[in-house]
C-alpha cells in the first residue's frame, strides 16, 4: 500500500468530507513553490499551503536557522523561563507593528484569537467597567475553536454548534458601494456604550471567499471604535506579513488597532505560532498585585524556540529587497492579468488586494460544498495545480519565492478552466 492507501485507513482529514474525498495525496517533498507527490508528479502550490507557506517550501535557509535551534534548545516552558529566540521575535515584531508594545505568544491563529477576545473582555473587567458585547462582521472567519467560532459568521462550519456559541453582534460586510450601511451599522451599535471590542479581518476577508473592502472603510470603523472607546481586535492571521501590500493591511490606515493577531505567515509556513500583540494600555489593564487581574491564559507550546527561530529566519528573507522586489512583482502581474480577464462572461466579479488576486465565477450554486467546487478542485489538480477554490471563488495566494514563468503558467491554467466552463465542459 501506498502513503494515500494507508492514510484512508487510519486519517481523518480537516474540512473535508471524508467519504466523497476517500484519498488525500501524498507529498513526499517540497521544492520553492513545488509539492512532489508519492507519484513524482510535481503541483504548483498557488494558495501557499493555506495561506501559510510565504517563501515557498524546502527553504534552506529557514531550515538551518531551525536546525541549529533545535540542537542549541528546541523548547523550554515560558512561565517563569525566557529565551532569546523568543524575545528577538517580540522585539522584531513590536518594531515593525504599529504602535504595539506587548507580545503573548501562542501556536495557531484560532488560539490567537482567542487571547485576543479574553484580553478585551477582561480589559473591561479589570477597568471596574465590565463591558461584554463584542461586533464582528458577517461573513468573518476567526477560527475554529468555540470563542473563535462565535466571532466567525455562522455558517455551514458552525452550524451544529450554533446555541452553544457566545452572543456576539454582527454588522453587514461592507459590499462595494454599500460600505455606508455597514459603517453606520458599527455606529449604532457602538452607541449603546456595553462594546467591549470589535473584530475585523482588516481589507480581506478570506475564509469567505477572498471578499475585500476598502481601506477608507477600515478607517472609519476604527476611529468609530476610538471614538466610542471599544476596543479594536485587528486579525491579521492571514493578512499578516506582507500579504495585501503592505507589511499588516492595518499598515493602510492612520487608526491603530489595540490588539493584532498573527499565525500563518508567521513562521513562512514551516513550525506553528502564534502571537497576539497589544498596547500599553491594554498590558496595564493586567499590571496588579492583585492575581485576579492576570491573564489565566497559556499553551503547552507558548512560545516554542524553534518555531520562534523559524519565524525570525522568515522574517529575514521578508524584510530583504528581494522580497520586496517579488511582492512587487506578483502584485503587478496580478494586475495586468485582471486586466485581460476584465468583462469575461464567465466572471462575476475579479478583486486583488496586493498579492491576493480572486477570481469570482458566475454560478448558479455558490454553497462551499457545491459541485462545481469540487469540479473546479479537481481540474486544477489534473493540472498538477494547487488551486483550492472557496466555493465558486478561485484565488491564487502564492508563495513570494514564485517566478513569473510560474505565476504566467498559474494564470494559464485559470485561462483554461475558463474555457472549460465556457464550453460547458466541466460539469
Ligand atoms: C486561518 C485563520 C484563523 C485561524 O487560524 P488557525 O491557525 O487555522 O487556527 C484566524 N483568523 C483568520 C483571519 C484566518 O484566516
Redesign the pocket.
Known amino acids: 500500500m501506498n502513503i494515500s492507501q494507508r492514510d484512508s485507513k487510519i486519517m481523518w482529514h480537516p474540512y473535508t468530507p471524508m467519504k466523497a474525498w476517500p484519498e488525500a495525496i501524498a507529498m513526499v517533498r517540497g521544492e520553492g513553490v513545488y509539492l512532489v507527490d508519492e507519484q513524482g508528479n510535481r503541483y504548483v502550490d498557488a494558495i501557499s499551503s493555506w495561506?501559510v507557506c510565504l517563501h515557498g517550501h524546502g527553504n534552506k535557509y529557514i531550515a538551518q536557522k531551525v536546525a541549529e535551534q533545535m540542537t542549541t534548545m528546541e523548547h523550554c516552558m515560558f512561565a517563569g523561563f525566557t529565551h532569546e529566540p523568543a524575545v528577538r521575535l517580540g522585539e522584531r515584531l513590536l518594531h515593525i507593528l504599529p504602535d504595539m508594545s506587548r507580545i503573548f505568544y501562542s501556536d495557531?491563529?484560532?488560539t490567537a484569537?482567542e487571547v485576543a477576545m479574553k484580553m478585551a473582555i477582561q480589559y473591561w473587567r479589570n477597568k471596574g467597567m465590565p463591558r461584554k458585547r463584542i461586533v464582528a462582521i458577517e461573513g468573518a472567519?476567526?477560527?475554529?475553536t468555540f470563542g473563535?467560532m462565535a466571532v466567525s459568521g455562522r455558517s455551514v462550519f458552525t452550524e451544529a454548534f450554533t446555541e452553544l456559541l457566545f452572543d456576539v453582534t454582527f454588522i453587514p460586510f461592507p459590499e462595494r458601494g454599500n460600505e455606508a450601511a455597514s459603517i453606520s451599522a458599527l455606529d449604532a451599535v457602538l452607541a449603546a456604550g456595553d462594546v467591549a471590542a470589535f473584530i475585523a479581518?482588516p481589507l480581506v476577508q478570506?475564509?469567505a471567499g477572498m471578499r475585500m473592502y476598502d481601506a477608507a472603510t477600515l478607517e472609519r470603523y476604527f476611529a468609530l471604535c476610538k471614538r466610542y472607546g471599544a476596543l479594536i481586535i485587528d486579525?491579521e492571521?492571514?493578512t499578516g506579513f506582507g500579504r495585501t501590500g503592505t507589511l499588516f493591511a492595518c499598515d493602510q490606515v492612520s487608526t491603530r488597532p489595540d490588539i493584532i493577531?498573527l499565525?500563518?505567515g508567521i513562521t513562512g509556513g514551516v513550525m506553528p505560532l502564534?502571537v497576539t500583540a497589544t498596547t500599553a494600555e491594554v498590558f496595564d489593564a493586567f499590571y496588579d498585585d492583585d492575581r485576579s487581574r492576570m491573564l489565566y491564559h497559556g499553551h503547552s507550546f507558548t512560545a516554542n524556540a524553534t518555531a520562534c527561530a523559524a519565524s525570525l529566519a522568515s522574517m529575514d528573507l521578508l524584510l530583504h529587497e528581494d522580497c520586496t522586489t517579488a511582492r512587487r512583482m506578483i502584485v503587478e502581474a496580478h494586475a495586468a492579468f485582471a486586466v485581460t480577464l476584465a468583462g469575461h462572461g464567465m466572471i462575476a466579479d475579479i478583486r486583488q488586494a496586493g498579492t491576493i488576486l480572486a477570481i469570482e465565477l458566475r454560478a448558479d450554486t455558490t454553497t462551499y460544498h457545491s459541485a462545481l467546487r469540487d469540479a473546479i478542485y479537481r481540474f486544477f489538480i489534473g493540472k498538477k495545480m494547487i488551486l483550492r477554490p472557496l466555493g465558486n471563488v478561485v484565488y491564487i495566494l502564492p508563495p513570494y519565492c514564485i517566478t513569473k514563468e510560474e505565476l504566467a503558467h498559474v494564470y494559464t491554467c485559470i485561462q483554461e478552466l475558463l474555457t472549460a466552463l465556457e464550453n460547458g465542459m466541466l460539469l
Do not use: I, L, P, R
Not at 472567519?141 to 475554529?144: I, L, N, S, T
Open positions: 495561506w495557531n491563529g484560532s484569537v472567519y476567526h477560527g475554529d473563535a479581518e478570506g475564509s486579525d492571521v492571514m493577531c499565525s500563518k502564534g
